[in-house]
């Protein structure tokens, strides 16, 4: 995709969960590097007082509030699971202002080029937001292990989740870029150095021809 001069170069960073997205975040920022999360901004939107909250306690009862008024992830998580009419009804509130947020972060992104962290960034057709796809990729066995023991579920809940996101190997198929995070953090680091290095020599290349 060719880079317009009113934005940086746009890297759309996805995974599937436990995949080790945020570390990789990490670790471009300490570069320097803007960071945009789409998991982030989801919760910025439904901060009490904002329209987006009362439209989805409008849509789904005040139960799925907590009791400081504000929204329980996991009621709601659970409501809309495996009920694509509901996920629909929910991401027809949320999903313009995550996007038309994300668009305004990328804007004042001061860095030569910016990370957008978005898990279902294919799933959702956001292919078109970002220039290229960065994709973070481990085995799917030690994903599997990696998130039960992470978020204390078992595997069958864990296979129930992935069953809503891309196959590794279409995943990979899709992608730019990739970082395998099979290992440990100090096994990331040289691949995001590269990467980090390569994309400042495209952002480089874009603000050229932008001129």
Do not use: W
């Not at 992470?150 to 899709?174: C, F, P, T, W, Y």
Request: proline share 4%; net charge negative.
């Amino acid at each position: 995709m060719t880079q317009t001069s009113s934005h940086p170069l746009r890297i759309g960073l996805t995974g599937g969960i436990g995949c080790g997205k945020t570390t990789v975040c990490h670790l471009f920022e300490e570069l320097g590097i803007t960071i945009i999360d789409a998991d982030i901004v989801a919760r910025e939107i439904v901060q009490p007082d904002e329209i987006a909250l009362l439209e989805i306690v409008s849509a789904f009862g005040p139960d799925i509030l907590s009791e400081n008024r504000e929204i329980d992830r996991k009621k709601l998580r659970e409501l809309v699971f495996d009920h694509p009419e509901k996920l629909q009804q929910l991401e027809k509130i949320t999903h313009p202002r995550i996007i038309s947020s994300m668009r305004s972060q990328v804007s004042q992104a001061t860095s030569p080029y910016c990370i957008l962290c978005i898990p279902l960034l294919f799933e959702k057709n956001l292919r078109a937001e970002v220039d290229r796809v960065l994709v973070v990729d481990l085995p799917t066995d030690v994903q599997k292990q990696r998130v039960a023991s992470r978020d204390g579920i078992n595997l069958a809940q864990v296979e129930a989740i992935m069953k809503h996101q891309l196959g590794r190997k279409q995943r990979l198929s899709l992608a730019d870029d990739e970082i395998t995070n099979s290992g440990s953090v100090f096994d990331l680091q040289p691949q995001v150095m590269h990467l980090h290095q390569q994309y400042l020599k495209l952002a480089e290349k874009d603000d050229m021809g932008s001129l």
